[in-house]
């Protein structure tokens, strides 16, 4: 079965410290692999994705991932948090083929920032 | 480029009343998501939609919720005699084009009270 796990429900970190969090999926076929940040009360925003090509990728805001097939896993990194960080953090992965295709979500890390 | 709209962005209806959400996906993007968050869940895929056309609804609950994407105007989520349970966050995503690899862009979301 398609499913998308994300093992810690809640993070705290402080400003300035690094962040990693981590995503784990299921998936027979070749995974897409999104991370989405939600901010309290808003929509969901497109951090970065991973299509194909070089497992490294770059997003917004300073966020990188790195897609390893090995471990079946897509985790998010930061080197240095700011303040503003702080949301909700959604790992998802596309599925489906041909007209049909949507995505599944991981249950969310929430993401708090000391000062 | 105006992004995904969606309206209202908070309704609050009493048990037995009709929803209707509304979504305007981005300029040139003819597919729509519809998701729904959950208090304490991730989110669920609902149904994809093109125009005048209901590719995927495996996620829709079988009474009460219906959704059309007419050939002018918006993506139209419906629900009718609300219950409490169906108090949620409800996003709608479009995307341009075929592959399930398409990101999804969202919009803000509508959050159902049902009273």
């Not at chain 1, 300035?16 to 009360?41: D, H, I, K």
């Not at chain 1, 497109?46 to 966020?63: C, W």
């Not at chain 1, 930061?78 to 991981?106: M, Q, T």
């Not at chain 2, 519809?34 to 939609?49: A, D, H, I, S, T």
Request: proline content about 6%; glycine content about 10%.
């Amino acid at each position: 079965a398609q499913s998308v796990t994300q093992p810690d429900i809640h993070i705290t970190v402080s400003e300035g410290a690094s962040l990693e969090l981590r995503c784990n999926y299921s998936y027979g076929a070749t995974p897409y692999l999104f991370w989405y940040v939600q901010s309290p009360g808003q929509g969901l925003q497109l951090l970065l994705k991973y299509f194909s090509g070089d497992t490294l990728v770059q997003g917004i805001k300073g966020f990188e991932a790195e897609f390893k097939r090995s471990q079946s896993s897509f985790n998010l990194r930061k080197p240095s948090v700011h303040w503003s960080d702080a949301a909700e953090y959604f790992c998802a992965v596309g599925v489906g083929a041909g007209n049909n295709r949507k995505l599944i979500w991981g249950l969310g890390t929430s993401l708090a920032v000391n000062p | 480029n105006a992004g995904v709209m969606q309206n209202p962005r908070h309704l609050v209806r009493r048990r037995g009343q009709e929803a209707r959400l509304r979504c305007s996906p981005m300029k040139g993007h003819s597919h729509v998501y519809w998701y729904r968050q959950l208090p304490e869940e991730g989110l669920k895929f609902m149904v994809y939609l093109q125009k005048e056309n209901i590719i995927d609804e495996s996620g829709m609950p079988k009474e009460r919720f219906s959704a059309e994407f007419p050939k002018e105007g918006p993506s139209i989520l419906r629900i009718q005699q609300v219950v409490r349970g169906d108090s949620a966050a409800y996003f709608c995503a479009s995307s341009p084009a075929l592959g399930r690899q398409e990101t999804q862009y969202f919009g803000p979301g509508t959050r159902l009270l049902v009273l």
